[in-house]
């Protein structure tokens, strides 16, 4: 089959739900009303802290129950895409790193010291960041994706929105199933549950899987030491118990832990072009392609250090509800303990030029407190509410020198062509062999030996270890007026206050070559200092090389990780800060089928530290010796992320609910848009004037009322999210963003769902079940280079199956990614290869069937 087919598959489907639906209701408008057989089902949510109908609340926000997504095979976060309109989730150096965007708008970057854009909130507790909300979630009730800023509610890192996770609550009534699942890859997963009474007042639930996978990469693992042959495995259990305590009816306490541990290998990076390096990494035992012609959809890949991410995360949370009669008091309690350990290949080929072991990761350790009072007071719905967060995280990192490391760094300063030629230089700053330039002998400095000038290994590998924590309060207040039977005004409003506090213990390999430089150019090593241009110029024409190369070449010889001016300036790092969000909005219920609303609403991202090394800071290189001086701040902090957001909708059902449709319009003005970029030697963080995100959200739901098991559910988005125009940084990766559209932000999004379900015997239900989702083409790297863009391309996941009638047992097969779409999904600079570029690949066509039975 052709992509053309597939494409026009999709949208045939998109129109068959969002066109032809219409002109079925045109259609009998223009008739006499008939009776339908069926109508769509009403939607609880709790998008405002209150269960109301989907179609009463005054904001874009989509529900998928448990059905739909057991069916479209959701059981994380990035598995939402292909239902939800204007959302997109990926991850990139592992999964822990996965960032979700709605709007366009996400946090870009591997960086902790970043918060989410988009929360993610899990029956009514907030995930630090959103790869800490990824993995298993379990039994779901539904899953809501709340679209614009969510602050006054949910609070701060909510600036572009909220997917919020409700699991399934235990219940008195005993029940329970279990699966078993087999699939391509040596994919097997297996997985159950059981609920019921354990007392007169008392249920409970316990929820356990475990699923393994092999690879999608073939790896050649070369020299070693790696000995895992594929890539992007999994490996994962999960357990989940609760307890659903009511002692009486007014009231009730749920307690919920989990536990999860992963033992996996996780992400390598395909060359997609490469450069005049390529050839240097390939003598050193990579074999990256030179002629232009890489098939990185091949998914043979070479790496000799290992990407092990261990990750083990548990969590306790207590829900009460106590009814006061006035109002009900809600408290949610809960501590949560999440570690990471994550190794690294880091150059990204076979070559052993730079890794990290398992000995680098994160760990976050948070408390949260929330208690909230709601009640009603004549038309007024009230709710006001405190919330209290304590969160401490460490960060460990390291950047070890590989065996190959000083020859790679000789051959790529010296065009390829001098694999001694650091020594050499390191020797020559050391002897005195450049003292007419300025540059004596140095005491007691002995010649070193090829590959010892910057050696393998070293102290480093115990690596740099930042410790961050952060202490938030906040109060808000929500409140709904119903003016008349038909038009509500809604206020919201709160205050956030956040202390951070922030510091870091840096630890310096032993390198002659940078102790050699630092001696004779200071430690800031302030090359374009006066005095050292002076000398450098003279030293320059002498080698036979321009002063701008030879700087180049001294500062790659001293990158970040080797610098130990880091340990001289210290990092203890303080910032408080406060912030004022809310929301305003007005909908008036035209009919009992018919709202319409308008909202103005404000949002906010917290600011925080930069916890890396770096020597950027925005458009301009880190002047170290003014920090020295005490002239200069350590330039570690980034200011808070605002958003203005302007919405207006009309939500609506037609022909006795056989056909439901939503529109939303919306503008988002966001002030100081923190952006991460990595250049191929560092992350340096940007606080970008404006970036806006406007467009429209169209979003159908249809029960042919003729063709009963007949469900159609689609969406059309249109996303035009961009930076605005400022003025010249002197910085290339920055300049070059002016106007243009965010990364990882298509400008257009389809998402279409067709269920069918029909009986083929007394006993026995056919069902087949087919998602879609088409996204216009994006670039997918930071800086917007031409080489991470990606085209438009499409994915369909597939379920056909029979099952009983009473539901006992089912028989399902399934694929995802049916068409084996080809697409990156975060493309970046290849580490230390000018003009080369590196991607993180969408995973390939996997298929499987499932086993299921319920009692």
Request: with cysteine.
């Amino acid at each position: 089959m052709t992509n053309r087919f597939y494409r026009a598959s999709l949208l045939a489907a998109a129109s068959t739900i969002v066109i032809s639906s219409a002109a079925y209701a045109q259609g009998q408008a223009d008739d006499a009303p008939v009776q339908t057989r069926r109508g769509v089902d009403e939607i609880t949510v709790t998008a405002q802290k209150r269960e109301q109908s989907l179609q009463d609340v005054p904001l874009a926000v989509a529900a998928y129950d448990e059905d739909l997504l057991e069916k479209a095979s959701v059981r994380d976060i990035k598995d939402l895409i292909i239902l939800s309109p204007s959302l997109n989730v990926t991850s990139t150096s592992n999964e822990t790193v996965t960032t979700a965007r709605i709007r366009g708008v996400g946090t870009v970057g591997d960086n902790p010291g970043l918060e989410s854009s988009v929360g993610i909130v899990i029956d009514g507790v907030i995930r630090n960041r959103n790869g800490v909300g990824f993995g298993d979630l379990g039994e779901i009730e539904r899953i809501e994706v709340l679209r614009g800023p969510q602050g006054t509610l949910f609070g701060k890192n909510t600036s572009a929105g909220l997917i919020n996770v409700v699991t399934k609550k235990p219940e008195f009534e005993f029940s329970g199933y279990g699966e078993v699942e087999y699939g391509n890859y040596d994919n097997i997963g297996v997985a159950g549950s059981v609920t019921g009474p354990l007392g007169e007042n008392v249920a409970g639930r316990l929820y356990v899987a475990h699923r393994e996978r092999d690879g999608f990469y073939d790896v050649d693992t070369g020299a070693g030491p790696r000995t895992a042959g594929s890539d992007y495995d999994r490996d994962y259990t999960t357990v989940r118990g609760q307890l659903l305590f009511e002692p009486s009816e007014t009231f009730s306490v749920r307690l919920v832990g989990d536990y999860t541990d992963r033992d996996e290998n996780c992400c390598l990076g395909v060359t997609i072009n490469s450069q005049s390096t390529a050839g240097i990494v390939n003598a050193l035992g990579a074999s990256i392609p030179t002629n232009g012609n890489e098939d990185p959809f091949s998914f043979d890949d070479n790496a000799n250090r290992g990407t092990e991410q261990l990750v083990e995360e548990w969590g306790v949370s207590a829900e009460a509800n106590w009814d006061l009669g006035f109002g009900t008091l809600t408290s949610i309690t809960s501590w949560r303990d999440w570690d990471a350990q994550t190794a690294q290949d880091t150059d990204f080929t076979g070559a052993d030029i730079f890794y990290r072991t398992t000995d680098a990761g994160y760990t976050f350790e948070t408390f949260t407190q929330e208690f909230r009072l709601a009640g009603q007071a004549g038309a007024v719905d009230w709710l006001i509410g405190g919330f209290y967060a304590n969160e401490d995280l460490q960060r460990r990192d390291q950047l070890i020198n590989g065996a190959a490391y000083e020859t790679y760094i000789s051959l790529l300063l010296s065009g390829g062509t001098d694999p001694l030629f650091v020594a050499n230089l390191t020797n020559g700053f050391g002897t005195g062999a450049f003292a007419p330039f300025g540059f004596p002998a140095l005491p007691g400095f002995t010649p070193v030996a090829p590959g010892q000038a910057l050696p393998a290994g070293g102290a480093n590998a115990a690596g740099d270890v930042y410790e961050q924590n952060s202490e938030s309060f906040a109060v808000f207040t929500h409140n709904v007026w119903s003016v008349t039977d038909r038009l509500d005004l809604t206020g919201g409003l709160r205050f956030t206050m956040e202390d951070k506090s922030a510091e870091a213990d840096f630890v310096t390999p032993v390198s002659p070559a940078c102790s050699v430089l630092e001696q004779q150019f200071g430690s800031a090593l302030a090359y374009t200092a006066p005095q050292n241009i002076s000398r450098i110029v003279p030293l320059a024409g002498a080698l036979g090389v321009t002063p701008t190369d030879a700087i180049t070449a001294f500062s790659v010889m001293c990158l970040g990780a080797q610098r130990s001016v880091f340990n001289e300036i210290g990092f203890d790092q303080d910032r408080e800060e406060d912030e004022v969000t809310g929301v305003v909005a007005a909908n008036y219920r035209f009919s009992d089928d018919l709202m319409g609303y308008a909202s103005y609403s404000r949002g906010y991202k917290a600011g925080g530290f930069n916890l890396d090394r770096f020597n950027q800071a925005g458009a301009n290189a880190v002047d170290f010796q003014a920090i020295l001086d005490g002239n200069a701040e350590y330039p570690a902090q980034f200011e808070e992320e605002v958003v203005d957001a302007y919405e207006a909708g009309v939500k609506s059902e037609w022909f006795d609910n056989a056909l439901r449709l939503n529109l939303s319009l919306f503008y988002q003005d966001f002030s100081d848009f923190q952006l991460n970029t990595f250049n191929g030697l560092a992350f340096f963080v940007t606080s970008v004037d404006e970036v806006t995100s406007k467009g429209f959200e169209l979003e159908a739901l249809f029960l042919p009322p003729d063709i009963e098991g007949l469900t159609l559910q689609g969406s059309v988005a249109y996303n035009d999210a961009r930076y605005g125009d400022f003025a010249p940084t002197g910085t290339a990766d920055v300049d070059a963003l002016s106007g243009k559209q965010l990364s990882l932000a298509p400008n257009w999004y389809v998402n279409s769902s067709i269920d069918y379900e029909t009986p083929v015997s007394a006993n026995l239900m056919a069902l087949f079940h087919l998602d879609g989702r088409w996204v216009s083409e994006y670039n997918t790297g930071s800086d917007l280079d031409r080489p991470k863009q990606q085209e438009g391309f499409f994915l369909f996941n597939a379920r056909v199956g029979v099952q009983t009638a009473d539901e006992r047992w089912s028989l399902e097969g399934w694929v995802q990614n049916l068409a084996d779409e080809e697409y990156y999904q975060v493309g970046f600079d290849a580490p230390l290869q000018p003009g080369s570029h590196n991607a993180f690949l969408g995973a390939p066509r996997t298929y499987g069937v499932t086993l299921r039975s319920r009692f």
